[in-house]
C-alpha cells in the first residue's frame, strides 16, 4: 500500500458511528491480553452488528488493499488480535444474537457473545454447552472457534471444534459462505468446517456459528490432592488417564497455590508443592469406583492429603481457585504465558524441563495444567524494567517451546501460535505443512490482508 486511505469512505457505506477514528478509542484496541509491546496503531476501528456490515468493511478493505485484524473480546494470549499500523479492526464485540432450538439441541450464536452467555443461555433451556476455558466469562464464541479453545472439562469432553455444527465465514473477497448445519452428521464435501475453526483470523471472519448442546451434565464429585512434589502429582495423573477418564483433572504448583492463596484466602495448604484437582461425573456407582481410582492414585503417588466431596458448592470453590491462577499469579509480575502440550506420558518429563529452565535461567516459572489431557501453562514470571531478567525470561519461553516439540507436543495447546509463537510452528509441524498451510492461506486470501503477521 502506498497512498493512505481515509476511512471516511467506509463510514459512509455502513450505519454512523459504526467507524471509529478516534485516537483515545484506538489506543484501547491497540493491545490484547498477551499485551505485545510491538502492537501498531488501527487506521480505524469498525464494530459491525451483522454479516452484511463485515461484508462491506471487508469488500472495502479488499478494493483499497487494506489489511484487517479481526478482535473478540481481545482476550487472546498469544497476540492473535493485535493491531497492525494501517489496519482495519474489526471487533465483533457487538455481534451479540443468540437462538437456541431445543428439537436439534443447537444453539446459533453471532461471535461476539461470551463463553458464559452461551452456557447461561442453554441452561435456561436444561442444556449445556461444554467448552469452558478458564477465561470463560470474559472470553468470546468467535475467539474460541478462532483458536478452538478448550478448558478444563475438556478431558472428558473435548475442546470447541467438537461443539462447532456450522459457521457462516465471511470470506477475504466478501463473500459470505456457510458451512454445515443443525445437523449431527454431514458428510458432503470436504470437512470445511472444521478448517476455519482454529484458523486464527487467518481464512475468513466468522459471523456466526452453529453449536451443539448436550444434555445437563451429571452432578459431580471433586477429589482433591496435595503433594510434595509436582513430579509426584504428575505421575500420579498418568496412573489416573491410564484407568479412566474424569470429567476434569487439573493441575497447580506451589507458586499459583500461594498466589490463589493471598487472592481468595480460601484455606490452601501453603506448603504444598503441587495440588490435583478432579472430578467425576459418573452416575452411580460408575462414579464411586471413578473416586475411588482416583483417590487411590493420589495416595499411591505420595499425597500428603487427600480431600473427596459431592458438596457442588465446595467443588466449584476448588474450581474456581484453579481458575484463578492466572489472574492470581500475574499479581507477582509481568507475564510470558505458555501453553505448551505433550502426550501424557511425557507430562512428567515436561514438568521437569521446565522447572530445570526456571534453575538455568534464573525466572519465577509457575506451572498450572488441564493436567488430563497433558496441556500445560508454564507462567513465566519477570520485572520488565530489569533488562537482563526479561532477557532471561524471552529465552526461558522459546526454551519450553523446544522442550515441548523435543517431546513430541505442541506450543499451543488451546491459545493459537498468533504473533508470539509462529517463529516455533515450523519446528514442530515442518516445512511441508508450513508450505501447505501458505497454499490454504493465498487461496482464500490471494493478497494477505486478514491478520497479517499472525502465524505464518
Known amino acids: 500500500m502506498t497512498d493512505v486511505v481515509s476511512p471516511e469512505s467506509l463510514a459512509a457505506e455502513l450505519p454512523q458511528g459504526m467507524v471509529v477514528t478516534d485516537p483515545d478509542i484506538l489506543a484501547a484496541y491497540r493491545q490484547d491480553r498477551a499485551q505485545d509491546p510491538d502492537a501498531g496503531t488501527p487506521l480505524a476501528l469498525v464494530r459491525p452488528t451483522t454479516t452484511a456490515e463485515v461484508q462491506v468493511t471487508v469488500r472495502w478493505c479488499a478494493h483499497h488493499r487494506i489489511p484487517l485484524v479481526t478482535r473478540g473480546a481481545g482476550t487472546s494470549l498469544s497476540g492473535g488480535s493485535t493491531a497492525v499500523d494501517g489496519a482495519i479492526m474489526l471487533s465483533t464485540e457487538k455481534m451479540r444474537d443468540l437462538v437456541v432450538d431445543t428439537a436439534t439441541r ?23 454447552y461444554p467448552p469452558d476455558p478458564s477465561s470463560f466469562e470474559i472470553c468470546s464464541i468467535g475467539g474460541n472457534v478462532a483458536t478452538n479453545a478448550g478448558g478444563l472439562c475438556c478431558v472428558k469432553y473435548g475442546v470447541t471444534t467438537d461443539y462447532v455444527l456450522g459457521l457462516e465465514v465471511v470470506l477475504a473477497d466478501g463473500r459470505a459462505v456457510r458451512l454445515g448445519g443443525k445437523q449431527l452428521k454431514d458428510s458432503a464435501g470436504l470437512p470445511l468446517t472444521k478448517l476455519f475453526v482454529g484458523s486464527e483470523g487467518l481464512l475468513g471472519i466468522v459471523t456466526e456459528v452453529t453449536l451443539r448442546l448436550l444434555p445437563p451434565q451429571a452432578p459431580a464429585c471433586t477429589v482433591v490432592g496435595s503433594f510434595a512434589t509436582v513430579h509426584e502429582a504428575s505421575e500420579a495423573v498418568l496412573a489416573i488417564t491410564a484407568q479412566i477418564r474424569p470429567a476434569m483433572l487439573e493441575f497447580m504448583d506451589s507458586v499459583s497455590i500461594n ?198
Open 106 to 128: 443447537t444453539a446459533v450464536v453471532q461471535p461476539g457473545l461470551f463463553n458464559a452467555e452461551v452456557k447461561a443461555a442453554a441452561a435456561t433451556h436444561d442444556l449445556w
Open 259 to 456: 498466589a490463589v492463596e493471598d487472592m481468595l484466602r480460601m484455606g490452601l495448604d501453603r506448603a504444598a508443592g503441587a495440588l490435583l484437582v478432579a472430578q467425576s461425573d459418573a452416575p452411580g456407582p460408575a462414579g464411586t469406583a471413578e473416586v475411588e481410582i482416583i483417590q487411590r492414585a493420589f495416595e499411591q503417588h505420595g499425597a500428603t492429603e487427600v480431600f473427596a466431596t459431592d458438596d457442588a458448592k465446595e467443588g466449584e470453590a476448588f474450581t474456581a481457585a484453579r481458575r484463578a491462577a492466572i489472574p492470581a499469579v500475574e499479581k507477582l509480575g509481568s507475564l510470558l504465558l505458555e501453553d505448551v502440550g505433550v502426550p501424557l506420558p511425557q507430562l512428567p518429563a515436561l514438568i521437569d524441563g521446565v522447572a530445570g529452565i526456571a534453575a538455568a535461567r534464573e525466572v519465577m516459572i509457575s506451572v498450572i495444567a488441564h493436567a488430563g489431557d497433558g496441556n500445560t501453562h508454564p507462567l513465566i514470571v519477570f520485572d520488565p524494567t530489569d533488562d537482563d531478567e526479561a532477557g532471561r525470561a524471552q529465552t526461558a519461553f522459546g526454551e519450553i517451546m523446544d522442550l515441548a516439540i523435543s517431546l513430541g507436543g505442541t506450543i499451543t495447546g488451546e491459545h493459537g501460535v498468533g504473533r508470539l509463537k509462529k517463529a516455533w510452528l515450523p519446528n514442530q509441524v515442518g516445512d511441508d505443512v508450513m508450505e501447505l498451510t501458505a497454499t490454504i492461506k493465498k487461496a482464500l486470501d490471494p493478497h494477505g490482508l486478514l491478520n497479517p503477521g499472525v502465524l505464518l
